[in-house]
């Protein structure tokens, strides 16, 4: 697990995410040294390689399930006002239900099932980095 492995994985979306992404893991590699600290850990670079990993993972589904949630309560809001439930902008649709919102809930119901195969959504949503480099730590 490393920042390479993490552009890897993430080769295939949109340049824009990925380099948000990207941007978000760069800065905890920088903050790593600092982190470790208040770990109490010894940092060392496979150590700080699984920590950017799935703090860019972090910064991934945190993307996605804002995105969703943004997009589906304004929907909620528009349905319950009877107002014009369908939103345009351009030639997309970000009507709820039409493409983009459907794309969203799928690839969240899939980023979701894979965290959760492999035992990491909890690491990615409700662990602090300090408790994370420490569990990291932990299983070696």
């Known amino acids: 697990m490393s920042l390479r492995l993490l552009t890897d994985t993430i080769e295939d979306l949109p340049y824009a995410l990925s380099e948000q992404v990207l941007s978000y893991a760069r800065s905890l590699e920088s903050a790593a040294p ?7 850990v010894k940092r060392t670079r496979v150590l700080t390689d699984k920590l950017v990993f799935y703090a860019g993972l972090r910064k991934l589904v945190s993307i996605i399930d804002s995105n969703y949630w943004i997009m589906d309560n ?8 009877n107002l014009q439930s369908e939103v345009r902008i351009g ?3 970000f009507t709820r239900g039409g493409a983009y919102h459907q794309s969203l809930i799928e690839l969240r119901k899939e980023l979701f099932e894979l965290l959760n195969e492999h035992n990491a959504l909890f690491l990615l949503r409700r662990v602090p980095y ?3 480099v420490q569990m990291l730590a ?3």
Do not use: P
């Open 130 to 132: 300090v408790e994370l």
């Open 34 to 40: 600092e982190i470790f600290k208040d770990a109490g």
């Open 91 to 93: 030639g997309a649709d």
């Open 138 to 140: 932990d299983e070696r």
């Open 74 to 81: 304004a929907g909620a809001i528009l349905e319950r006002q």
